[in-house]
């Protein structure tokens, strides 16, 4: 064998590393609160398979509008309802077609505490809670979900005197997790692991009770040349990412 063979094995070694390297690149995510775990599962398996880095900011879905609107440099967006998307869509600031699905979120009912809430949600009637925690509803879908529910079963007024407002589903969740609320509506995701509430007490609630939370993803106009953005969208349609979705309590 030729004295320079190893040598250019290793040029050739280097050259296809540096090309991989070029190919793989950041998305940058901006996240509804409520998919926190899944994505931080679904992102480690993201970078093996295709080499793209996921970089995710985590928040409030009508706060991420107003960011996305003002120049945040977000190239994809995972929303928590399907009417923000939509309308960044039809505004302009996202790339047409590239909106979809991702998952379909379910509301819970959730204590920190074993047994205080029944699984049929007859806690909030008996009313003896002093303090009931619900995300932003004009910022957070699941806490517009939450008015939903409360409104259905005329608790409205009932509760009036009682919520604590996060500004996003997880301080929605922390409200409660720190007893600061004796319980409070927060997205199943946050308290379901591997077919099962991990966690406190909790009730699903029915989908009857409220709209139907369709979370949409979109590509935004910052990631329309993007190789990582596009990658990202079709490995969420994948078989991979459907399991960890589902893992969480999510329909798909």
């Known amino acids: 064998m030729s004295k320079c063979a190893p040598r250019f094995a290793l040029a050739a070694l280097s050259t296809f590393m540096t090309l991989n390297s070029a190919w793989a690149d950041e998305v940058q995510v901006a996240v509804a609160a409520n998919f926190t775990a ?17 970089v995710a900011a985590y ?83 699941y806490g517009l979900a939450a008015t939903q529910v409360l409104d259905k079963l005329q608790l409205t007024d009932a509760t009036k005197g009682k919520i604590v407002e996060g500004q996003n589903i997880t301080q929605a969740y922390q409200f409660v997790s720190t007893g600061n609320a004796e319980l409070g509506f927060v997205a199943l995701s946050q308290i379901y692991k591997d077919g099962k509430v991990s966690e406190g007490s909790a009730w699903i609630v029915p989908s009857n009770l409220h709209e139907p939370i369709k979370q949409d993803a979109l590509i935004l106009n910052k990631g329309k040349d993007s190789a990582a953005a596009k990658a990202l969208v079709e490995y969420l349609k994948g078989p991979k990412a459907a399991a960890v979705i589902k893992s969480y309590g999510y329909e798909i």
Request: proline fraction near 5%.
């Open 59 to 141: 928040g409030a879905t009508g706060q991420f509008y107003a960011q996305i609107k003002n120049g945040a440099p977000f190239e994809v967006f995972l929303a928590a309802d399907d009417s923000t998307p939509e309308k960044l869509e039809k505004e302009g600031a996202g790339v047409k077609g590239s909106r979809f699905t991702y998952a379909v979120g379910t509301l819970a009912l959730w204590s920190a505490k074993a047994g205080y809430v029944d699984d049929k949600g007859e806690v909030l009637k008996k009313n003896l809670y002093k303090h009931l925690s619900i995300a932003n509803p004009k910022a957070a879908p």
């Open 38 to 54: 899944p994505i931080q599962a679904i992102a480690k398996d993201f970078e093996k398979d295709t080499g793209h880095k996921l």
